[in-house]
């Protein structure tokens, strides 16, 4: 089946700093990658549809120039958290959907800033 | 703007009997819903999913029935299994787009 890695699991990072995890299709290439947040004990909200080679749509609410996301190639995607704040510390989660597989996930991104 | 709506938080089943854990929505242009599985600190994992041209799907252990009327969807499990212990999601999609969660209903199965 489509399996989706990403990367890292888990960072710690100090507030001001930036954070980018990395989402991979590894036997498929994935023209659309969706991003998640999950803040505990709560829904997964969309944060944005990255499209290889052109910009990213982001949800309402979501602050495009904090939350960089970068689709160059058809099997990885990144998303950068800029300048970090505790308040961004959350768990996020990649994915991606083919015709054959439907939607897969990434392992997700436990990020904590301290 | 909460559009699917899981109402449980939490469900307590014993084991081998059934579990049904419920889901609303409140967006009529969803046509696609799908039910999800997760671990603390792992991505979910896909279960069952159902067109809105359907009113039952079945996979193993696992059912899901719609209700387009009432915008209303349930997953029965049984029989229920100590590692069916999990958050499940539902979540919707209008053409096989972007997915819309429910807050999750956290199900533990009893011994």
């Known amino acids: 089946g489509a399996v989706v890695s990403q990367h890292p699991s888990r960072v710690i990072c100090k507030s001001g700093t930036s954070v980018k995890i990395e989402c991979r299709s590894l036997?498929?290439?994935?023209?659309?990658m969706f991003w998640y947040r999950q803040f505990p004990k709560q829904s997964l909200m969309l944060m944005a549809t990255?499209?290889?080679?052109?910009?990213?749509?982001?949800e309402q609410g979501v602050e495009k120039d904090k939350f960089l996301i970068n689709h160059a190639s058809l099997t990885l995607s990144t998303l950068t958290v800029t300048s970090a704040h505790p308040e961004d510390s959350s768990f996020y989660i990649c994915?991606?959907?083919?015709?054959?597989?439907?939607?897969?996930f990434g392992s997700g991104t436990r990020l904590t800033v301290v | 703007d909460q559009q699917v709506k899981q109402n449980s938080p939490s469900l307590s089943v014993q084991e081998g009997r059934i579990s049904i854990l419920n889901c609303d929505y409140t967006n009529s242009m969803f046509d696609y819903f799908l039910w999800y599985k997760k671990y603390p600190a792992e991505g979910p994992t896909f279960l069952i999913s159902i067109s809105s041209i359907k009113d039952k799907n079945e996979d193993g252990r696992f059912t899901v029935f719609l209700n387009k009327s009432a915008k209303h969807l349930s997953l029965h499990i049984v029989p229920s299994q100590p590692g069916d212990s999990a958050v499940y999601f539902c979540?919707?999609?209008?053409?096989?787009?972007?997915?819309?969660f429910g807050t999750g209903t956290r199900l533990t199965i009893i011994p």
């Open positions: 979540a919707a999609s209008v053409t096989n787009e972007k997915l819309t």
């Open positions: 990255s499209n290889e080679g052109s910009k990213a749509t982001y």
């Open positions: 036997d498929f290439q994935a023209t659309t």
């Open positions: 994915s991606a959907r083919t015709a054959r597989y439907g939607y897969t």
